[in-house]
């Protein structure tokens, strides 16, 4: 039992208001077939506190019950177990217990006995993976709450590297599987690419048979349709061969072959090229950009325009208009203003993530993939801009790209 010496703790008497931790406590058991042990044990630790939580004492008075507490509680952070209760070595069984059938390393373990010679502690020590032992008779309060201290600090450095290991495997395995999305992504882009060069290159070079064949002219109106249809197939062929380095462009890594080149002028060429999908909407388009020299990759900046425009387009009731301008006073943003049907508040966070497909269908019933806005969304960021979005439903959206400051835009 517990010597009655100098070292006994003097605990204040209780004054009325006083507050307790209000975290949940750490849990401790207590294993003795002695009801005298428990009642000391806990009139000896209840008044403990440590990192402003108290104790919460749960109680075995045999191995065999501690076998049943331990499988209910799996958050024990401290055993004070007796060693010869129903037999023996009914403690022992409880440590083996504890660490080879629950595979519990954590818990702590202070093996208390009334009888050491029957658990010699050099024997116990080695064979059994405890934390601590002490004899009965010589344990104190204050050696008591030194050990309960020390051994729950311990529980809770533990606790803290599991709880981090855990945190750091969780990590590494979501990033394996964004990774793996990411592969699976790029191999379906680089797939769709490739099997759509090849038409597109047939249908090119029909096209430009018929253009140019002399012997057989078409009307005006015609070429100029054939013309269009050149230009815009041509376009699509370039960008095949973009999206089949995606990959490198998802990983930052891409090669941009920057050029200055005229907003303006590209704008009007896109508006030219889009003008007669407009009209059989019913939309006009406005290309309000100033004359400014751009400086980025001309062939890509060029789709994330044309796919702003394109999908202000499939969002446009009839009569509607599309304006293309340049933000006043940042002469690096270009914008695309439509009246169309905005955007939704619940899927207006995923319209740029490529693992979340957002598309949905426009006001005549067109579809699309949902591949655009990210896509789009990973050139500028290639050229260390950005795409944003402002956007009202049933109102309109409008979209900035950004190039960063440094990427300066020269005026005429």
């Known amino acids: 039992m517990f010597e009655e010496d100098s070292d006994l703790l003097i605990f204040k008497e209780e004054e009325e208001g006083t507050e307790y931790p209000s975290e949940a406590p750490w849990k401790v058991m207590i294993v003795d077939d002695e009801e005298d042990v428990h009642e000391m044990t806990k009139m000896t630790l209840d008044s403990i506190t440590f990192e402003n939580k108290g104790l919460q004492f749960v109680s075995a008075f045999s191995g065999g019950e501690a076998k049943r507490l331990l499988s209910e509680n799996s958050d024990i952070a401290l055993i004070l177990l007796d060693v010869v209760m129903e037999t023996d070595d009914a403690g022992l069984r409880v440590v083996k217990f504890i660490r080879q059938d629950q595979e519990n390393h954590m818990v702590r373990i202070i093996l208390r006995t009334g009888q050491p010679g029957v658990a010699p502690e050099n024997k116990v020590v080695v064979d059994y993976d405890i934390n601590d032992y002490k004899e009965k008779a010589e344990l104190t309060s204050q050696k008591m709450f030194t050990?309960?201290?020390?051994?729950?600090?311990?529980?809770?450095?533990?606790?803290?590297?599991?709880?981090?290991?855990?945190?750091?495997?969780?990590?590494?395995?979501?990033?394996?599987?964004?990774?793996?999305?990411?592969?699976?992504?790029?191999?379906?882009?680089?797939?769709?690419?490739?099997?759509?060069?090849?038409?597109?290159?047939?249908?090119?070079?029909?096209?430009?048979?018929?253009?140019?064949?002399?012997?057989?002219?078409?009307?005006?109106?015609?070429?100029?349709?054939?013309?269009?249809?050149?230009?815009?197939?041509?376009?699509?062929?370039?960008?095949?061969?973009?999206?089949?380095?995606?990959?490198?462009?998802?990983?930052?890594?891409?090669?941009?072959?920057?050029?200055?080149?005229?907003?303006?002028?590209?704008?009007?060429?896109?508006?030219?090229?889009?003008?007669?999908?407009?009209?059989?909407?019913?939309?006009?388009?406005?290309?309000?950009?100033?004359?400014?020299?751009?400086?980025?990759?001309?062939?890509?900046?060029?789709?994330?325009?044309?796919?702003?425009?394109?999908?202000?387009?499939?969002?446009?009731?009839?009569?509607?208009?599309?304006?293309?301008?340049?933000?006043?006073?940042?002469?690096?943003?270009?914008?695309?203003k439509d009246e169309g049907t905005g955007i939704g508040e619940k899927i207006l966070p995923d319209i740029f993530k490529h693992e979340i497909k957002t598309t949905r269908l426009g006001t005549a019933g067109e579809r699309g993939t949902g591949l655009g806005l990210p896509y789009c969304k990973d050139i500028m960021e290639a050229h260390g801009g950005t795409l944003t979005i402002e956007t009202t439903p049933e109102k309109g959206s409008i979209f900035y790209a950004r190039l960063p400051e440094g990427e300066k835009i020269t005026d005429h």
């Open 147 to 336: 050990s309960v201290i020390s051994s729950l600090r311990s529980y809770r450095n533990i606790t803290e590297l599991v709880e981090q290991d855990r945190a750091e495997q969780e990590m590494k395995k979501a990033k394996e599987i964004a990774e793996e999305k990411a592969k699976l992504k790029d191999l379906f882009v680089s797939i769709v690419a490739h099997d759509l060069r090849n038409p597109l290159s047939t249908i090119k070079g029909f096209v430009e048979l018929v253009v140019g064949d002399k012997a057989h002219p078409v009307s005006e109106k015609h070429s100029q349709c054939l013309t269009r249809t050149l230009n815009v197939t041509t376009n699509l062929i370039e960008m095949t061969k973009r999206l089949l380095s995606v990959g490198i462009m998802s990983s930052g890594k891409m090669e941009l072959h920057k050029e200055l080149f005229d907003g303006n002028e590209t704008v009007a060429m896109l508006v030219e090229r889009l003008e007669p999908s407009a009209e059989g909407k019913g939309v006009e388009l406005i290309n309000s950009v100033s004359k400014t020299k751009i400086f980025a990759d001309r062939e890509l900046f060029n789709q994330v325009i044309h796919n702003l425009v394109s999908n202000a387009m499939k969002f446009s009731n009839p009569n509607g208009k599309i304006l293309i301008f340049t933000v006043e006073g940042e002469p690096t943003c270009i914008a695309v």
